[in-house]
């Protein structure tokens, strides 16, 4: 399995499978072009506990695992035998969940007889924006954020050169909005349902505070995230209302509290995109699908002059399809296959592409 | 002809066909490195017996019981390459796989972890000499294991799961039009999860 691919015109037909989180996600791409991407979500079934559940998410992994590989092949129109290769996240992320992906993986490409690419799965975000799309220019700064990460990287070339800038280090921006939607009576997943209680509410009424950004952290965290300070400032502010007898303003509340995240996240990104001299932003991550984050994104991006760039919403959840594109580009540029003795690294850093 | 894959225990694969026995195992008694090493011990098999995987008539699984984590890592395996394959998966009991060819009456016990067992009991082998379980496969706490032993029961306290008796079992469970197990995972645990209480006080 260490030959190089014989490459088609149009691309390699790539397989993706991705199962890092809560979502089993089974994409198909020939080259850049999308042509299956099917998720299934565990996601109901962590919403009574208010969060993922890492056993709950696998368990629901290996039952979601044959039925989305069916489904994404005849969404896609190709055969398994069509198949030039087969990529697969192996980290970072949950290791009970991720591990039901690279056992899946590996028996799959030897069942094909199939090269197969372990992928990093925060790279794989920036490798979605590639579907039908327009090239993405180098460098590029890519904010990725979601449930499970919050991370600033810098993007010299997709397949050979990512660096870290910063990521969270407490809470995911995404947990940070479940939290507070608990400590709000609202349901689980908190995104959606603090932007429906935001609406009419003053994002200026309440001034919360945006983490590691006063001059003493931003020597030593200049791009890194902290939310888990806001989260307390949010409760105390909810108790104080409530122990003196006033009714919460839920709007106000969660207006300012996506504020301050909001905030927080574009501002360390255009810092990123104006101190490194890289005219270009691109967002990933479940948390897109916020409106706010879109909003205040194209709002700062274009007074700084920065092109953003936002794939489309389904591909910024987690998803396999974003895995067979970053796979595709590693074939495309050349890359030997995966051996097949690579494990599930939940930890694997972003300058880890590919592990091999 | 079966491929057959078992991570209940460490990780186990073997090729197996009724009339010529075991063509292939290969194993490893790791009970973490499951997702590391399946990929090379189904290539090896592969490799071994020399087959080719349009030959096979099925893809044998092992249900546990065994820890989650891993137990899952073979199920998906064998799901998938039966998937790639176009090939039927046969689930089997892996405790069932530890009593074929036993005989008398015993209990099979594996490790739960957590100072706990996964344990099942067997009457002697039936005429086709398939085991017979007679209980479980359930958990008991490890210091409580001898007291749950029916009378008469010897203990087998098993460490490994061969992937070539699981097969073997499933090749004998089809020869005499016995029915498989059923095609979900042996957990016998729920997930660790706690409904919270709701959010705590951040302020006395
Ligand atoms: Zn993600």
């Given at each position: 399995m260490s030959e190089p691919l014989a490459l088609p015109a149009d691309g390699p037909l790539v397989l993706g499978i991705e199962t890092s989180c809560d979502e089993t996600g089974i994409g198909i791409v020939r080259g850049t072009t999308l042509l299956a991407n099917v998720i299934a979500s565990s996601m109901e079934e962590h919403a009574r506990y208010g969060g993922v559940v890492p056993e709950v998410a696998a368990r629901a992994h290996l039952e979601a695992l044959v039925p989305a590989l069916t489904e994404a092949l005849v969404e896609a129109g190709v055969?398994?035998?069509?198949?030039?290769a087969i990529a697969v996240t192996s980290g970072p992320g949950l290791s009970g969940a991720l591990m039901v992906g690279v056992g899946a993986a590996k028996a799959l490409a030897l069942s094909l007889g199939k090269p197969l690419y372990a992928v990093n799965h925060l790279v794989g975000h920036v490798g979605a924006d590639l579907m039908d799309h327009e090239p993405l220019d180098y460098p590029t700064i890519a904010l990725l954020v979601s449930g499970g990460h919050t991370s600033l990287l810098h993007v010299r070339d997709l397949v050979s050169d990512v660096e870290l800038l910063g990521e969270t280090i407490d809470d995911a921006a995404g947990e940070a909005f479940d939290k507070v939607a608990r400590l709000l009576g609202l349901p689980y997943p908190g995104g959606p349902e603090i932007d429906r209680a935001a609406v009419g509410g003053d994002p200026r009424a309440i001034r919360f505070p945006r983490g590691l950004s006063q001059q003493k952290d931003m020597e030593k965290h200049r791009y890194d995230f902290s939310f888990s300070g806001l989260k307390t400032a949010v409760a105390r502010w909810v108790e104080r209302e409530r122990d003196e007898g006033r009714e919460v303003a839920i709007a106000d509340v969660a207006a300012s509290f996506r504020e301050a995240v909001v905030d927080v996240l574009l501002t360390k990104a255009v810092a990123a995109c104006v101190d490194l001299g890289v005219p270009r932003l691109l967002l990933g991550g479940?948390?897109?699908?916020?409106a706010r984050v879109r909003e205040l994104a194209a709002e700062r991006c274009a007074a700084a002059g920065i092109l953003l760039r936002i794939p489309p919403l389904s591909l910024c959840t987690d998803n396999g399809a974003m895995i067979a594109a970053l796979g595709s580009q590693l074939i495309m540029a050349g890359h030997a296959p995966s051996g097949l003795d690579f494990g599930a690294d939940s930890t694997l850093p972003v300058t880890a592409i590919q592990q091999f | 002809m079966l491929l057959a894959i078992d991570t209940s225990a460490g990780t186990s694969v073997a090729v197996v066909d009724r009339e010529a026995g075991i063509l292939a195992e290969h194993s490893s008694?790791?009970?973490?490195?499951h997702a590391e090493v399946i990929g090379e011990l189904i290539a090896a098999c592969l490799a071994d017996s020399g087959i080719e995987i349009a030959d096979l008539s099925g893809v044998v699984s092992g249900m546990g019981p065994g820890p989650f984590t891993g137990l899952r890592v073979g199920i998906a395996a064998a799901r998938a390459f039966a998937f790639g394959a176009g090939k039927l998966v046969v689930p089997i009991a892996s405790h069932d796989a530890i009593a074929f060819g036993e005989p008398g009456l015993f209990v099979v016990a594996t490790d739960a972890r957590r100072s706990e067992l996964y344990w099942s009991a067997y009457g002697p082998p039936d005429a086709a000499g398939l085991p017979t379980r007679t209980a479980g496969p359930s958990l008991v706490k490890a210091v409580d294991l001898e007291s749950a032993v029916p009378a008469g029961h010897r203990v087998i306290r098993a460490s490994t799961v061969s992937a070539a008796s699981l097969g073997l079992l499933a090749e004998a469970l089809y020869a005499n039009g016995r029915p498989f197990a059923a095609d979900e995972p042996l957990y016998l645990r729920s997930p660790d999860v706690t409904l919270s209480a709701g959010p705590k006080r951040v302020t006395s």
């Open positions: 055969t398994l035998e069509e198949l030039d479940g948390v897109v699908a916020n | 008694d790791d009970t973490r490195r």
